[in-house]
């Protein structure tokens, strides 16, 4: 079946370093990729996605890029900031199937 | 336009009680999802209705949970009765279109957040 495997952390990273979080998956057909965050005391959001191979998401200064050669979809961003701090979840969804399947999430603590 | 909203946002029960959460999916969203994360693990899928008809409850874990969407609106997912490994934060999710696309995007309610002792 579908599974994504993430670094679970927590990643501690002071405040302009640069953020990188693994993703990596097993999928069957052509799955869309997503990262969600979950900031404190909220719900999931949508961080960005990538619906095909080479496709490049990128939100709020995060980016990441949809390798299928890998089966990877690495989320990045070059200066973190103490309000990046959250949960972050990489998930894919496989074609013909409607549910959501997500990493273990990777907590991101950004400090001063 | 309002997001997803559940209901409540915690609730601490003893093993053995019933418990009802709700989930308001956004206006005119035909799939509504449930998931949920135990503490420490990945968020699994329980279940999607289309409108007010299941279709995948794969994901249910056993006969003491009961999902309903009367009318194809509102969901409630019914705990009865609780055990202690059903702790953990129940997500709820809805999307637009009844035929939905493989990138298309889940919007995500806040969580409700079980704990039975």
């Known amino acids: 079946g579908d599974s994504v495997t993430q670094m679970e952390g927590p990643v501690t990273l002071s405040e302009e370093a640069f953020l990188t979080i693994n993703c990596t998956y097993t999928?069957?057909?052509?799955?869309?990729l997503f990262w969600y965050v979950q900031y404190p005391g909220e719900g999931l959001q949508l961080l960005l996605k990538?619906?095909?191979?080479?496709d490049k998401g990128s939100n709020k200064g995060f980016e990441a890029t949809y390798r299928k050669e890998t089966t990877s979809f690495h989320l990045e961003k070059g200066s973190v900031q103490v309000s990046d701090s959250a949960v972050y979840f990489c998930?894919?969804?496989?074609?013909?199937?409607?549910?959501?399947?997500f990493g273990i999430g990777t907590k991101l603590q950004v400090i001063p | 336009e309002a997001g997803v909203t559940q209901f409540p946002s915690h609730s601490v029960i003893e093993k053995g009680q019933t418990v009802t959460l709700r989930c308001d999916p956004i206006?005119?969203?035909?799939?509504l999802y449930w998931y949920r994360r135990v503490m420490g693990k990945e968020i699994k899928f329980l279940l999607h209705?289309?409108?007010?008809?299941?279709?995948?409850e794969s994901g249910m874990p056993n006969n003491r949970f009961l999902a309903e969407r009367t009318g194809g609106t509102y969901s409630t997912l019914k705990v009865q009765p609780a055990e202690l490994e059903d702790s953990g934060v129940y997500f709820c999710?809805?999307?637009?279109?009844?035929?939905?696309?493989?990138?298309?995007?889940?919007?995500f309610g806040p969580g409700t957040r079980l704990l039975v002792l």
């Open positions: 206006s005119g969203h035909d799939n």
């Open positions: 990538a619906t095909k191979a080479d």
């Open positions: 999710a809805s999307s637009q279109d009844a035929l939905a696309f493989v990138g298309e995007t889940q919007y």
């Open positions: 998930a894919l969804r496989s074609g013909g199937y409607q549910k959501v399947t």
């Open positions: 999928a069957t057909g052509y799955p869309s």
């Open positions: 209705f289309v409108k007010e008809s299941k279709q995948d």
